[in-house]
């Protein structure tokens, strides 16, 4: 049983920032992969960023230079700091963590609540 909890979203001004968190806890043996999607209504979720387990990340093209993902190993926590904000960014942000159960990286994908965040132009 693994649970991953989001915090951090909230209402800003154009050109604001927002820290957003997700932590994974429950039965988890190790992590593989992490990110954050993006989803408004009427529209697909898109992958916004990922990191591997060794840190390593990719970010759609959208916000490259704009938001940065990081985690905490430690903490099973990964990050999105997002900054510069725009309307466009506004929408429910859901973490993922590729977690292992046990020692044989049979990985499975769980997702965090989602968190919104809406940027007021």
């Known amino acids: 049983q693994v649970q991953l909890v989001e915090s951090g979203g909230g209402l800003v001004q154009t050109g604001g920032s927002l820290r957003l968190s997700c932590a994974a806890s429950?039965?988890?043996?190790?992590?593989?992969?992490m990110g954050w999607y993006r989803q408004v209504p009427g529209k697909q979720r898109d992958l916004v960023a990922s990191?591997?387990?060794?840190?390593?990340?990719n970010y759609a093209d959208s916000v490259k230079g704009q938001f940065t993902i990081s985690r905490d190993n430690a903490k099973n926590t990964v990050y999105l700091q997002t900054n510069s904000l725009k309307p466009e960014d506004t929408g429910v942000y859901y973490c993922y963590a590729n977690v292992a159960y046990s020692s044989g990286r049979n990985f499975r994908t769980y997702w965090g609540q989602g968190t919104q965040v809406t940027v007021s132009s």
């Open positions: 429950g039965s988890i043996f190790s992590i593989g992969g």
């Open positions: 990191i591997t387990s060794g840190g390593s990340t």
